[in-house]
């Protein structure tokens, strides 16, 4: 079974940055897609990136494309979410989620994008930022 914990949250300010870690154990996190997602207070979980098993397609939430990337360290079975240009409504805790995928699958990295396709899903880290 595989298990994974995110950290690297923290406070930050406006325009700042961050970058987040999930890193997996039990498994070889290499054949799973990971998602990240996050949760503000009194709002439902929202989808804010996945990252294919190859590390190489990507798919971002609108309101995080050109400040967020995802990308993954298979050696370490870590995937990370650098957070650039920081805004206050980025404030919410932050998740990263496995999805076991075959080599075969054909579906496309745009399907990831609901909590209901994932598995595992780590403890959560708190992200705040400041204005």
């Known amino acids: 079974q595989v298990q994974q914990a995110e950290s690297g949250g923290g406070l930050v300010q406006a325009g700042g940055s961050l970058r987040l870690s999930c890193a997996a154990s039990?498994?070889?996190?290499?054949?799973?897609?990971v998602g990240w997602f996050r949760q503000a207070p009194g709002k439902e979980r929202e989808f804010v990136g996945a990252?294919?098993?190859?590390?190489?397609?990507?798919e971002y939430a609108d309101s995080v494309k050109g400040r967020f990337t995802i990308s993954r360290d298979n050696a370490k079975n870590t995937v990370f979410l650098q957070m650039n240009s920081l805004k206050p409504e980025d404030t919410a805790v932050y998740y990263c989620?496995?999805?076991?995928?075959?080599?075969?699958?054909?579906?496309?990295?745009?399907?990831?994008?609901?909590?209901?396709?994932?598995?595992?899903w780590g403890q959560g880290t708190q992200v705040t930022v400041s204005s």
């Open positions: 989620a496995a999805k076991f995928v075959s080599p075969f699958s054909t579906e496309t990295i745009g399907t990831y994008s609901n909590t209901g396709r994932y598995d595992y």
């Open positions: 039990g498994r070889t996190f290499s054949n799973y897609v």
């Open positions: 990252l294919s098993r190859s590390g190489g397609v990507t």
